[in-house]
């Protein structure tokens, strides 16, 4: 009887054990938070956002699963970044530049980027190669970028994340304005976190 007893509650612990390490697999298990912010836990990193509703990167639309970028929330100080180049309250990605795309449009790791409120050529129109060279110059293929994502409008239409950014120790949305290879898109100033920077105002924001 005695044996038989040992043996109904090692069954029992061993489904509980069991069922705890599939919480931890599956989802965020109940005695603990999301912190897949810091690392520190998988739930927001196996993409089980319907669980981490606060987690900052399930409610930009990309749990960290299914990147390789690092990012750094602004509010926490990196030492690898210069606080000073990332403001406000949504994501600053540090990443290698894949390729440029045209004068406003990158790839830093798996982000598509768009350059907030800065306009260059599109392929068909006059100073599309001038503008596309220029940044990729800046942007050289393999180096890194740091982009600081735009608080007001996060991503476009096409879900490119828009952002300020930075190769080669620049602000490219400002070097390309400032030599005269793009136009600012003052149809956004009232709906970008940098309309009030001396770069946006200078241009027309």
């Known amino acids: 009887m005695m044996i038989r007893l040992v043996l109904v509650?090692?069954?029992?612990?061993g489904f509980f054990v069991i069922?705890?390490?599939?919480?931890?697999?599956?989802?965020?298990?109940s005695k603990h938070s999301c912190p897949s912010d810091s690392g520190s836990y998988t739930c927001g990193d196996t993409g089980?956002?319907?669980q981490c509703p606060d987690n900052q990167y399930c409610k930009?639309?990309?749990?960290?699963?299914?990147?390789?970028t690092q990012i750094i929330p602004k509010e926490v100080k990196s030492q690898k970044i210069n606080s000073s180049l990332c403001k406000?309250?949504?994501?600053?990605?540090?990443?290698?530049?894949?390729?440029?795309?045209?004068?406003?449009?990158?790839?830093?790791?798996?982000?598509?980027?768009?350059?907030?409120?800065?306009n260059t050529p599109e392929k068909d129109q006059p100073g599309y190669k001038?503008?596309?060279?220029?940044?990729?110059?800046?942007?050289?293929?393999?180096?890194?970028?740091?982009?600081?994502?735009?608080?007001?409008?996060?991503?476009?239409?096409?879900k490119r994340i828009?952002?300020?950014?930075?190769?080669?120790d620049?602000?490219?949305?400002?070097?390309?304005?400032?030599?005269?290879?793009a136009n600012i898109s003052k149809k956004y100033c009232k709906t970008s976190e940098f309309a009030s920077e001396s770069w946006a105002s200078k241009f027309g924001c």
């Open 162 to 168: 828009v952002g300020k950014v930075y190769c080669s």
């Open 60 to 68: 930009s639309g990309m749990p960290i699963n299914v990147i390789d």
């Open 88 to 118: 406000g309250n949504t994501m600053c990605i540090v990443g290698t530049v894949k390729s440029v795309v045209d004068g406003d449009t990158i790839y830093v790791d798996s982000y598509k980027i768009r350059m907030s409120l800065t």
């Open 9 to 13: 509650i090692l069954l029992v612990s």
């Open 170 to 181: 620049k602000n490219v949305n400002s070097e390309l304005l400032e030599n005269k290879l």
């Open 48 to 50: 089980h956002c319907s």
């Open 19 to 29: 069922q705890d390490a599939s919480a931890h697999r599956n989802g965020c298990h």
């Open 130 to 158: 001038e503008a596309t060279t220029f940044t990729k110059k800046l942007c050289l293929k393999g180096t890194t970028a740091i982009i600081d994502q735009d608080d007001k409008q996060p991503f476009d239409k096409f």
